[in-house]
């Protein structure tokens, strides 16, 4: 049972931070649009 836990926790935060550094590229990615206009 907390193996199970432990391991859907770390998907979780693994989902969490990928969707934190897409969120991040994206951000950058239209900063970066904005300075070339």
Do not use: C, D, H, R
């Not at 926790?9 to 970066?32: H, P």
């Amino acid at each position: 049972m907390k193996e199970s836990a432990i391991s859907t926790i770390t998907k979780a935060a693994e989902f969490i931070t990928l969707v934190n550094y897409s969120l991040l590229v994206t951000l950058g990615y239209i900063i970066f649009l904005l300075k070339i206009y």
